[in-house]
């Protein structure tokens, strides 16, 4: 079974706060991951207000996937790992924040994806990288605009 893994880290002008928010904000991730065509969140955590467990629509080099993730919350991130998906196979993901001076952050992502699409391995890279900067730079305007 074929597993693609990209990460990347950027600085963006905006308090940790700020990106903390946006990303544990699953619901508004259609507006800035041009990927992403619909979020639900199916399950949120009592205590925290925090989603648990969501549903995504999205577009993939070979059409749209249907997947649900379940949620880990830190202070200085999250994670995330799949329970069920159509095209894949399995996901596993994460967003590490540090603070790298005043109002910035320093924002690493890392995704991995498995599946069993018959692709060449050098597309298969170039769409997971792809994956990893079109988030990040859709977090960078989300959170610098």
Known sequence: MPTDSATKTMRVHAPVARVLAT???????PEWIPEI????????????????????????????DTYTLTYLHRDDG??????????????????????AGPDTTSVSYRLTIHHNLPLP???RNRVIKGLVDSTLNGLRKRVEG
């Open 78 to 99: 999250m994670s995330w790992s799949m329970v069920q998906g159509r095209l894949q196979t399995g996901q596993e993901g994460s967003y590490q924040l540090d603070e």
């Open 23 to 29: 990303i544990r904000d699953l619901k508004s991730q």
């Open 37 to 64: 065509l619909e979020a639900d969140v199916l399950e949120v955590d009592q205590q925290t207000g925090l989603p648990v467990t969501a549903r995504f629509k999205a577009s993939a080099t070979v059409g749209t």
């Open 121 to 123: 391995g050098f597309i």
